[in-house]
């Protein structure tokens, strides 16, 4: 994405937290739940700067990205790196599966989140997969306000809001990194689909719903209504 929140703003508030440790236990997480074969083609929608492809790098996969942010993009890889926005990719049906992690592929109104998710399944082959990921609006619903702050390495602090609505499964995010006299602040709306809403924005988007899991060391787990994130694993029919 290229806009206050994911552009500078993110990259320096989660540099530190975005270790190469974490980024290959999500890895792992994705190509496990996604069955990733040596020789197929994946795509990495909204990939930021690229952690993930890098951690996946030396599998033999086609390893493929999208972003908006230039940025970003200078600073991933491995892999075939395009600009280009989530709602209108730049391909044909080429890619056996695909994945978006940290609530990328849903920053926008509904209609506009059913629209990015249909484009990602055109671009997918028959049969091919697709990984989102997501908070889990069951347990932000216990809690759904936050606030939080932390120094940062180096010098600098940032300090960040969040608001959940259940009746609207959208988070709004509010964040300000200050290091001396640079200021950085930017706010998100991030919308989480709840378990039962996920076979119907599915087959809006020409998918099917195959299992929902969460993050875990070694691999995906089965989702429950206390897991820190919702995984939806899609496919696309024949």
């Not at 994945?99 to 109104?109: A, C, M, R, T």
């Not at 076979?199 to 787990?221: D, Q």
Request: with cysteine; proline share 6%; charged share 30%.
């Amino acid at each position: 994405m290229s806009d206050p929140w994911f552009g500078d703003l993110y990259l320096e508030s989660t540099a530190d937290l975005l270790t190469p440790r974490l980024s290959s236990l999500e890895a792992e997480v994705i190509s496990r739940a996604l069955r990733l074969r040596p020789g197929e083609r994946v795509l990495d929608v909204a990939c930021g700067h690229g952690r993930h492809l890098a951690a996946l790098e030396g599998r033999g996969l086609g390893l493929f990205g999208i972003d908006l942010d230039r940025g970003y993009l200078r600073r991933a890889g491995p892999g075939s790196l395009v600009r280009a926005d989530q709602r209108r990719l730049p391909f044909g049906a080429a890619f056996d599966a695909a994945w978006s992690w940290y609530s990328s592929l849903f920053v926008f109104d509904d209609p506009d989140n059913e629209k990015a998710l249909a484009e990602v399944a055109r671009v997918l082959l028959p049969r091919g997969r697709l990984l989102v990921q997501h908070a889990n609006p069951l347990r932000l619903e216990r809690e759904p306000e936050a606030r939080a702050a932390r120094d940062l390495p180096g010098g600098g602090r940032v300090e960040e809001s969040s608001l959940f609505d259940p009746a609207t499964g959208v988070e709004t995010l509010s964040r300000v990194v200050t290091r001396g006299d640079r200021v950085l602040a930017g706010a998100a709306r991030l919308r989480y689909y709840r378990p039962t809403e996920w076979e119907r924005i599915a087959a809006r988007g020409g998918l099917r719903l195959r299992e929902l899991v969460s993050t875990a060391a070694g691999g995906p787990v089965p989702f429950s209504e206390r897991s820190l994130d919702l995984i939806a694993v899609l496919e696309k029919p024949t």
